[in-house]
């Protein structure tokens, strides 16, 4: 019997350029979301090509998580660009592979963030763009203190905010990713506290909003190094109350929990470039 698998080659290598074309335009499109992906009869029409090579091309796409196929009387193609999300859940299922353990992340992690405090006290607009959005959340924190989870949230938007004005857009997004894996680990450690009355300790909650006032002070002093002293000794008091528990685990991230709250800790972006 004549084996049928060569004979999927060119439909695979016709799918994998019209998903290199559409791609490029995922990409190059802004966050407004406005591209929408053609529908199949117009990608038939457009590239020249069958119907089987264009499904297989929306595969190709879907297993990237660039578009989410519906399916039914109300089906399609919606479209995701990349964000600081789905480079944090990609790298974490790398990480979660790999086995890499919470205090591998947590250490990843006071290596890098303390310097984005650091490129905020630096920036010359400091006053303008970086303190007003640090002390709002600080404010918003402070009135947080007696709820565990929602301290937790509204606390990880601080450390989201010290990278997501860091000037230098490749460090912003890699510090992003590990900030977005950590504050997933932080907020399901949160709830598990609070369900067992643990959480939160309202005196260790005012001394972290205190702290991160500190910091902010730093910042908009200009005083660089002080800035990044203070936020990595900041991190290795937080995060112990974690590791104290679970430094040898395993970051995890395949969990639709862990999934949802790395979406809900995407660094706050617009307009810090």
């Not at 994998?16 to 190059?28: G, K, Q, Y």
């Not at 932080?186 to 909003?209: F, L």
Request: net charge neutral; charged share 25%; hydrophobic share 40%.
């Amino acid at each position: 019997m004549t084996d049928p698998r060569p004979a999927r080659v060119p439909q695979l290598r016709v799918a994998e350029t019209v998903a290199a074309e559409l791609r490029a335009r995922i990409l190059a499109g802004d966050d407004s979301g406005d591209y929408r992906l053609p529908t199949q009869d117009q990608l038939v029409s457009e590239f020249g090509v069958s119907y089987p090579s264009v499904r297989e091309a929306i595969r190709i796409l879907e297993t990237e998580g660039l578009v989410t196929v519906r399916r039914g009387s109300v089906g399609g193609a919606e479209v995701h660009r990349p964000d600081e999300a789905s480079a944090a859940y990609h790298f974490g299922l790398a990480l979660q592979a790999r086995r890499v353990t919470l205090g591998d992340l947590a250490g990843g992690l006071r290596t890098l963030e303390p310097l984005c405090a650091a490129e905020c006290a630096r920036r010359e607009d400091r006053a303008e763009t970086v303190i007003p959005a640090l002390d709002a959340s600080i404010e918003k924190s402070a009135g947080l203190t007696g709820d565990g989870v929602a301290f937790t949230r509204i606390a990880r938007e601080f450390h989201d905010l010290l990278v997501g004005f860091t000037p230098n857009a490749t460090v912003r997004h890699v510090v992003s990713s590990l900030v977005a894996l950590w504050s997933a680990q932080e907020q399901a450690w949160a709830k598990a506290m609070t369900s067992s009355g643990q959480y939160p300790v309202p005196a260790e909650a005012d001394h972290a909003v205190r702290v991160h006032r500190r910091i902010a002070a730093e910042i908009a002093q200009g005083r660089a190094e002080s800035a990044e002293r203070l936020a990595r000794a900041h991190l290795s008091a937080t995060q112990s109350l974690i590791l104290d528990r679970y430094d040898d685990g395993i970051v995890r991230v395949s969990s639709a929990q862990a999934r949802q709250a790395i979406q809900a800790s995407r660094a706050s972006r617009a307009g810090r470039g």
